[in-house]
T-cell receptor, first 112, second 114 residues
């Protein structure tokens, strides 16, 4: 089956700096890669996604890049703010229903 | 529009007991999937239902089961509980199957097995 690895597990940045979280996947059949943000006591919430026919996607301060050849994708958050502090999960899907393979999460702390 | 509702939010059981968790999806969503979240393993897929039919099942023992009703509400059941079943169980609904739409997660049911 698919295996998604995520690094780092924890990340601390100063407010205003950038944060980068990286994920790798093993199954070349995976073609959809969402990123979820989970705040304390809440369920994960989709923040951005990318499909395998696209190399990069940006939404305001958040961007995701995908390298299909290397089987890795990354989340970039620029101009970080304290409210960006949360746990971020990457995921991969082969499009067979809503079965997603998640990374183990990155706990991001933005220091004011 | 109401979000995904999961009940109960917290529960404590002892080893050997069974538990049933409930999930009400967003109105109009017909796909419901369940995930187990633990600190070490992240989110692991349990199963997915669409129109009362199980479409996919993750790599969990047969003690984990689920079902979906005609109104799209879903339940999952864990029998003969083990200490390792302690986790946050998340339900997610989607308008359709496949990655044509995002997953909307509930806040989860936190199960503690003593």
């Amino acid at each position: 089956g698919e295996n998604v690895e995520q690094h780092p597990s924890t990340l601390s940045v100063q407010e205003g700096d950038s944060a980068v979280i990286k994920c790798t996947y093993s199954d070349s059949a995976s073609n959809y890669f969402p990123w979820y943000k989970q705040e304390l006591g809440k369920g994960p919430q989709l923040i951005i996604d990318i499909r395998s026919n696209v190399g990069e996607k940006k939404d305001q301060r958040i961007a995701v890049t995908l390298n299909k050849t290397a089987k890795h994708f990354s989340l970039h958050i620029t101009e970080t703010q304290p409210e960006d502090s949360a746990v971020y999960f990457c995921a991969a899907s082969k499009g067979t229903g809503n079965q997603f393979y998640f990374g183990t999460g990155t706990s991001l702390t933005v220091i004011p | 529009k109401a979000g995904v509702t999961q009940t109960p939010r917290y529960l404590i059981k002892t080893r050997g007991q069974q538990v049933t968790l409930s999930c009400s999806p967003i109105s109009g969503h017909r796909s419901v999937s369940w995930y187990q979240q633990t600190p070490g393993q992240g989110l692991q897929f349990l199963f997915e239902y669409f129109s009362e039919t199980q479409r996919n099942k993750g790599n969990f023992p047969g003690r984990f089961s689920g079902r979906q009703f005609s109104n799209s509400r879903s339940e999952m059941n864990v029998s003969t509980l083990e200490l390792g079943d302690s986790a946050l169980y998340l339900c997610a609904s989607s308008l359709s199957v496949g990655h044509t739409g995002e997953l909307f997660f509930g806040e989860g049911s936190r199960l503690t097995v003593l």
